[in-house]
């Protein structure tokens, strides 16, 4: 994987108490298994993530197992970079 190779955006959640969050990056739309990569980030906001070219789902989640899927697959080549991807993460009526 080159340095350069990576996916990037935002996590949005107006509801999710500020503490640490990981992003992580499946093959699939399915969180199962080790991710393909992953990276913590403080609270909701900026993240970049490392990843080997291919196409990715990316998954955000905070403590409590509030997380969301970004809206749709990322495709990213080698050595190339992917801005604005957005991922909206929305505490469900029952963790509230």
Same mark, same amino acid.
């Given at each position: ?5 990576? &996916? ?7 509801? &999710?108490?500020? !503490? ?13 298994? #080790?991710? /393909? @990569? @992953? ?8 993240? +970049? *993530? !490392?990843?080997?070219?291919?196409? =990715? =789902? *990316?998954?955000?989640? /905070?403590? !409590?197992? %509030?997380?969301? =899927? @970004? /809206?749709? #697959? %990322?495709? %990213? +080549? #080698? !050595? /190339? ?5 957005? &991922?909206? %993460?929305?505490?469900?009526? *029952?963790?509230?």
């Amino acid at each position: 994987m080159s340095p350069e190779t990576q &996916i990037c955006g935002t996590v949005r959640g107006d509801e &999710i108490p500020d !503490g640490p969050m990981t992003v992580e990056a499946y093959a699939e739309r399915v969180a199962s298994g #080790a991710p /393909a @990569a @992953a990276v913590e980030v403080g609270a909701p906001g900026p993240f +970049a *993530l !490392g990843v080997p070219a291919g196409t =990715w =789902w *990316l998954r955000a989640s /905070a403590a !409590g197992g %509030v997380g969301a =899927w @970004a /809206a749709e #697959a %990322v495709t %990213v +080549a #080698a !050595g /190339a970079r992917v801005e604005g991807v957005v &991922i909206d %993460v929305e505490v469900p009526d *029952l963790v509230r």
